[in-house]
């Protein structure tokens, strides 16, 4: 069985992502180490929950990389309830825990964003929208225009059936503003940069009067799953960097 150095692949990690560039509510990077020197298995999941560990344990990982981790502030000032369910398991089945939270977002090749362009088909994807001092979003151009409908049904396609959508602007789309996540005030963003959509995780009612009285199109295909892409791709580089086995945990919440 193939294996990799704890240290250097989490330091890979560390640099692929630039985590010490990027303020950040989450304590980015390795949040549960192991007893163990080296990694043979790793598995990838959105968010650092029981079940996903659990799941993690039945198939052998010894390493799990999350985008929502365990670790934000000092959330784990007091290691009791549920932190101490979710540290002791990892701890028992010496599992390490590796997060990435707005570095992840704002990847240019592994980012959620990045990789939602792609599937989208954007051509010319640069950074959009602005957060806490972080450019973590792209925009990009469609090939060919496409009416509201037929976009609709490409977001569905391609990241989630479940999409709703708020449309009150132009109704043939070729721009298109892409952040994961919980990031429904990018409408805002999104019309003022003359964009034709917005694609983002959820939607609420200010993004909903947002669009309403600026005459913008919003696409809300669920804060999971728009980001399930980053996750994913980064399981999939740590196994082609270094020949180590991964399996990425879907668990297809639909919020």
């Known amino acids: 069985m193939k294996t990799v150095d704890s240290a250097a692949l989490c330091g890979a990690l560390a640099a692929k992502f630039r985590i010490g560039e990027f303020s950040d509510h989450s304590n980015n990077g390795l949040q549960v180490a192991s007893s163990r020197g080296a990694f043979s298995k790793v598995c990838s999941g959105v968010d650092a929950t029981l079940p996903f560990f659990e799941e993690a344990a039945r198939r052998g990982a010894d390493l799990v990389v999350c985008h929502h981790g365990i670790s934000w502030g000092d959330s784990l000032r007091r290691i009791d309830g549920l932190n101490y369910e979710l540290v002791s398991f990892l ?3 010496d599992i390490a825990l590796w997060a990435c939270h707005l570095p992840l977002d704002a990847h240019q090749e592994l980012g959620n ?14 950074p959009f929208y602005h957060y806490h001092g972080e450019t973590i979003g792209f925009r990009g151009e469609l090939a060919d225009p496409m009416r509201r409908a037929d976009f609709l049904a490409l977001v ?4 989630s059936p479940r999409t709703a959508a708020i449309e009150f602007g132009p109704e043939t789309i070729r721009t298109v503003g892409v952040v994961s996540g919980g990031a429904a005030d990018g409408i805002s963003q999104a019309v003022a940069a003359g964009l034709d959509a917005y694609v983002s995780g959820e939607a609420n009612l200010q ?4 669009c309403l009285q600026r005459r913008g199109n919003m696409y809300a295909a669920g804060h ?3 980001e399930r892409f980053g996750i994913r791709a980064t399981g999939e580089w740590i196994s082609s960097a270094f020949g180590i086995e991964h399996e990425f945990v879907d668990f297809d919440i639909p919020y």
């Open 91 to 93: 701890v028992r089945h």
């Open 113 to 126: 964003n990045a990789q939602i362009c792609r599937a989208l088909g954007l051509r010319g994807a640069e």
């Open 156 to 159: 569905r396609e391609r990241i």
């Open 207 to 210: 993004s909903y009067n947002e």
């Open 224 to 226: 999971y799953a728009t």
